[in-house]
C-alpha cells in the first residue's frame, strides 16, 4: 500500500469523512430544531443561544437534556409539551435564564424546588398545570420574579398568601383559579404595587 493511501486512510480515522463535527451545542440546536423547535440566537455574537421555544413540539423530558448545553439561554418555552418533574432537573442547569414558560405541561409542586436556583429568573408561566398551594413556597423563593402567571391551577387564597416575599412581583395571573376577592385584598395589603388579574383575558394565544 502506498504512503498517500496511508496518509488517506490515517486523516480519514482521525477525522471521519463527513466534513467537521459540530460543536455540542451545535448539535443541540440542530436535536431541537429537529423537534419542531425554535432557536434565537443573538444579532451580535451568533455563536451565542438566547432563546428556545419548544411549544407544541411535544418534546420530553429525555429532549430537554439538550438546553444542558446552552448555557446562555435567557428563555425557554415548552408550553404543550408532554415534560414532568423530570425535565425540570435540565431547566435547572441554565444560570442566565430569564422567562420560563412552563404552561400546559405536566409538572407539579414537587418539581417547583428546583427552580430556586434560578438566580435571574423574572417571569414564570404555570398556567394550566396541575400546580397547587403546596408548590407556592418554592415560587416565592424565586425572589427575582415579576410575572407569574398561574391561570387555570388550583391555587387558593392559601397560595397567594404565600406570594407575599416576593418583593419584585408586578404581575400575577389567576384567572379561572379559586382564589378570591378577599384573597386578592390580602396580597395587596402587603404588596400594593402589585398587579393581580382575576378576569379571564381575551381570546388570544395562551402561550404568551
Known amino acids: 500500500m502506498s504512503r498517500i493511501c496511508l496518509m488517506f486512510l490515517l486523516l480519514m480515522s482521525i477525522g471521519g469523512c463527513g466534513g467537521p463535527k459540530l460543536s455540542p ?5 440542530s436535536a431541537l430544531i429537529a423537534q419542531g423547535g425554535k432557536v434565537e440566537r443573538d444579532a451580535a455574537r451568533q455563536n451565542i443561544i438566547l432563546r428556545v421555544d419548544l411549544s407544541g413540539a411535544k418534546s420530553t423530558d429525555a429532549d430537554l437534556k439538550q438546553l444542558t448545553v446552552l448555557t446562555d439561554l435567557t428563555e425557554v418555552n415548552v408550553w404543550d409539551c408532554p415534560i414532568t418533574d423530570a425535565g425540570l432537573d ?4 441554565l444560570p442566565q435564564l430569564q422567562v420560563l414558560k412552563l404552561g400546559d405541561t405536566r409538572i407539579t409542586d414537587a418539581g417547583l424546588a428546583k427552580l430556586k436556583g434560578l438566580k435571574h429568573l423574572r417571569t414564570l408561566n404555570l398556567s394550566r398545570t396541575a400546580i397547587t398551594d403546596v408548590g407556592l413556597p418554592a415560587v416565592a423563593a ?10 387555570q391551577t388550583k391555587v387558593t387564597d392559601s397560595g397567594l398568601t404565600q406570594l407575599q416575599p416576593l418583593t419584585a412581583l408586578k404581575l400575577v395571573n389567576v384567572a379561572e383559579t379559586a382564589v378570591t376577592d378577599a384573597g386578592v ?18 381570546p388570544r394565544s395562551l402561550k404568551n
Open 25 to 29: 451545542q451545535e448539535q443541540a440546536v
Open 90 to 93: 435540565s431547566i435547572a442547569l
Open 142 to 151: 424565586i425572589i427575582t420574579l415579576e410575572t407569574l402567571d398561574l391561570r
Open 185 to 202: 385584598v390580602r396580597l395587596k395589603a402587603v404588596r400594593p404595587r402589585t398587579q393581580v388579574l382575576k378576569q379571564r383575558p381575551p
